[in-house]
Each structure stands twice: as structure tokens, then as C-alpha cells.
């Protein structure tokens, strides 16, 4: 599944930034997804996901209350709203989808996610 992931740069702290994801020719409402970030020598780190079925999104605790993760059917694409930006935010963002409903324990393991999109670059300034 082509994902094209937009909307990263550089902001500074405190300010709000808003990335989307499109999957090209299929949606989204099918599938599983979630949001990752890296910075360059770490592991991939989960940041926010949605499961086909479920009221509410899962996020880590880094970004709980800060960042919302939604879908936008009629335009079939996945958001993350990001508020209140910290310089330790700075990462390249990844959306990633599953087509099979992940079990919970396991949404925040990169390995459990099929498809990834590009990477957007988020830099927050101090």
C-alpha cells in the first residue's frame, strides 16, 4: 500500500503542526493505523495509532494530551494534530498502516505494522 506522508517542518516550541498520510486507492476506514517517529541512531518510537473498530486512539505517554490522531474519510487520509511542540518532538515521522486488527499489547511495536510511509521531517526549534 503507497503511502504518502506531508505536512512536517520546522517550528518552533510551543507552536502546532499538523501531518497527514494518504494511502493511494484505498481507505483508510479498512485499516489499522498508526503514527511513529525516529531521530537518527534510535529505534522507531510509537507516537499515536487507531484501530478499525475502536472509539478511542491509543497514544504514548510523551504525547498524550498534546497530539490527536484522526481519520478524514472523505478524503482518506490519516491526521496527527500536534500542540504545544517540544524540541525533544524533533523526528522523522512515520504514518503506517495493517489491514488485520492488531492486538492491543502489540500496537506499539513498529514490527507489527505492514506498510510505512516515507517519513516527514518535524524539527522544533527552542
Known amino acids: 500500500v503507497p503511502l504518502q506522508a506531508s505536512g512536517g517542518g520546522l517550528v518552533q516550541a510551543g507552536d502546532s503542526l499538523s501531518l497527514s498520510c494518504a494511502a493511494s486507492?484505498?481507505?483508510?476506514?479498512?485499516?489499522?493505523t498508526a503514527w511513529f517517529r525516529q531521530d537518527p541512531g534510535k529505534e522507531r518510537e510509537f507516537v499515536a495509532a487507531?484501530?478499525?473498530?475502536?472509539?478511542?486512539?491509543y497514544y504514548a505517554s510523551s504525547v498524550k494530551g498534546r497530539f490527536t490522531i484522526s481519520r478524514d474519510m472523505a478524503k482518506n487520509t490519516v491526521h496527527l494534530q500536534m500542540f504545544s511542540l517540544k524540541p525533544e518532538d524533533t523526528a522523522l515521522y512515520y504514518c503506517?498502516?495493517?489491514?488485520?486488527?492488531?492486538?492491543?499489547?502489540?500496537?506499539?511495536?513498529?514490527?507489527?505494522?505492514?506498510?510505512w510511509g516515507q517519513g516527514t521531517q518535524v524539527t522544533v526549534s527552542s
Open positions: 503506517a498502516l495493517k489491514a488485520n486488527r492488531p492486538i492491543s499489547s502489540a500496537i506499539t511495536l513498529a514490527a507489527t505494522w505492514d506498510y
Open positions: 486507492g484505498h481507505t483508510f476506514s479498512l485499516f489499522n
Open positions: 487507531l484501530r478499525q473498530g475502536d472509539t478511542n486512539a
